[in-house]
Every structure is written in C-alpha cells, then in structure tokens.
C-alpha cells in the first residue's frame, strides 16, 4: 500500500488572499446577543434560549424556505387541506352527486387531480354508478389521469424550487435519493408503497412526486399498482349499496386492512430513511478504526 501516509486528509488552510468565510450575521432572536461558534443544541449564553438549526442558518428557517418554494408552497397546503374539506358535501349529497357522476364521470375523476375530491369518494361513486368491473376501470383510469394531471401542476408550480430546497439539505437529498433516486423498479415499488393506504392523500403525493423530480413513468405505474387494491375494495363497497341515501358502510376488515398498510409504510420507509441518513453519517464522520 503505498502513499498511504500522505493521503491521510489535513485540513488546509484558506489559500492567502481568499476572502474570509461570508459568516452572516448570527444573533440572538431574543436578546440580539452574538451566536457566533455555538453549534445548534446549546443555549444563548446572555439569556439562555435554546439555539435552534435555523437561528444559526436563516437560510433554513420554516419562513424563510416558504417564501423560496412561493407556490409551490400554496399547492402543497392546498392540496393537504382542500380533499378533505370538500369530500363533507360530497358525503352528505351523494344521491345527488351519484346522479351528476353517472353523466359525467371521466371529469369528475380527473378533479381528483386538481386536488379537489378525495379519491376513496370518487371510486364508492364509480362503484354504485358503474358497478365493480366498468367502476374498477372507470376510478383507475380516472385517477391516472388525475395523477398526470396533479403531477404536471404541481411541476409548474414547483419549477425546480423544492429540487434546490431539497439540494440545500444533505439529509433530506439522502433520503430523497434512497427512496427514489434508484433504480425503475425500487421508484415503482416506494410510489406503490405510498399509494396504497386507502387513506394516502392522493392529491398531496402527485405534489410530493412532483416536486421531487420522481421520473414520471414510475411514479405513473406505482401509482396505478398502489391504488388498484384500495380503489377496487371502495369500488366494491358501492356496487353493493342500492341506495347512497345513508353512506355505505366500510367493513371491518377494510378499516383493519388501512390500519395495517399505514403501519407498513412507515416501517418501510422509514427503514430505507433512516438507513440513508446513517450512511450520510457515517460518510461525513470519519470513523476511528477499532
Ligand atoms: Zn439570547
């Protein structure tokens, strides 16, 4: 082995001439005092608050990351809060809706993309509009579509502003990269993963997918693999019911089946998560050989 010796990593001073490290201004955000070379964790030494990542990287504040994502930001909050709301009515007014649906139904699925109507209300719709084969068929199709739809708005509105937010913090590209930087198949398997619980938020993930830069034929195909169990159990569901005057009821083991599929995606994920973060770790603190 040689020139071993001389490989052994030295910090290297600054070349003369360079100019200073730009260190910004870190002060205190309650009493103004000077942060500088205290590390996140410790306590302001004038009055004792307790310094967070942000305060010594304003770059990284909550606000601060908003303002630089713009619209990307409001898509996502959103996309989060709008299915949800929307669905109330839907639930309440389902013989009417049903009614509409039957004339309208490859728009009224592709609104699942805009974020508007949950996709679990839409496929028991299907079901008692189409019955379980033309309504598996009809919710599918609809919800591709709408993923092709959410996912092209969620681009625009992300341009490449959440790729560089995600660039500026090691630990959330590591995770990013492990979940689905990799290889076809791996993107297909996480976005299915992620699809698959009947109470995944649909419109949030095609955000996420987006936003992420997830190649989107995987992101297509995991998205119609997830979503064909939990849209054929909802689609079932309707077909079964005579009449949408009280909600269909969900059966046990559906709700038991959701629960589990939550469960196992966030082991699963939070797996391949934590497993990219310790070998970002393990990559940027030498180890001491034993
Ligand atoms: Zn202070």
Request: overall charge positive; aromatic content about 6%; some cysteine.
């Amino acid at each position: 082995m040689p020139e071993t010796q001389s490989q052994i990593p030295e910090t290297i001073p600054p070349p003369e001439g360079s100019p200073a490290p730009s260190t910004p201004a870190l002060a205190c955000r309650k009493c103004g005092f000077s942060l500088e070379g205290l590390a996140a964790g410790a306590s302001c030494p004038e009055c004792g608050r307790e310094i967070r990542p942000a305060d010594l990287n304003p770059d990284e504040a909550l606000g601060a990351t908003i303002k630089r994502m713009g619209p990307a930001a409001w898509l996502a909050f959103a996309w989060t809060v709008l299915p949800g709301l929307l669905s109330v009515p839907l639930w309440i007014r389902m013989p009417v809706v049903a009614d509409w649906f039957r004339g309208h139904a490859p728009g009224s699925l592709g609104l699942a993309g805009f974020g508007l109507l949950p996709t679990v209300a839409q496929a028991v719709l299907a079901g008692f509009a189409f019955g379980i084969h033309v309504g598996l068929a009809a919710a599918l199709t609809g919800f591709v579509g709408a993923s092709l739809v959410g996912y092209a708005l969620a681009r625009r509105a992300a341009q490449h502003r959440v790729e560089a937010e995600i660039e500026r913090r090691p630990r959330f590209k590591a995770v990013r990269d492990a979940l689905v930087g990799g290889s076809f198949w791996k993107t297909v398997g996480i976005v299915a993963l992620v699809r698959t619980p009947p109470n995944s938020p649909f419109a949030l993930t095609n955000w996420l997918l987006a936003a992420t830069e997830t190649k989107l034929l995987p992101a297509i195909l995991g998205t119609a693999i997830g979503m064909t169990p939990r849209t054929l159990a909802a689609v079932a569901i309707g077909a079964k019911v005579s009449s949408l005057s009280q909600r269909p009821e969900t059966p046990r083991w559906l709700i038991a089946a959701g629960i589990a599929s939550v469960i196992v995606v966030i082991i699963v994920i939070g797996w391949i998560a934590n497993r990219a973060l310790d070998r970002l770790t393990r990559a940027s603190t030498p180890t001491p050989d034993a």
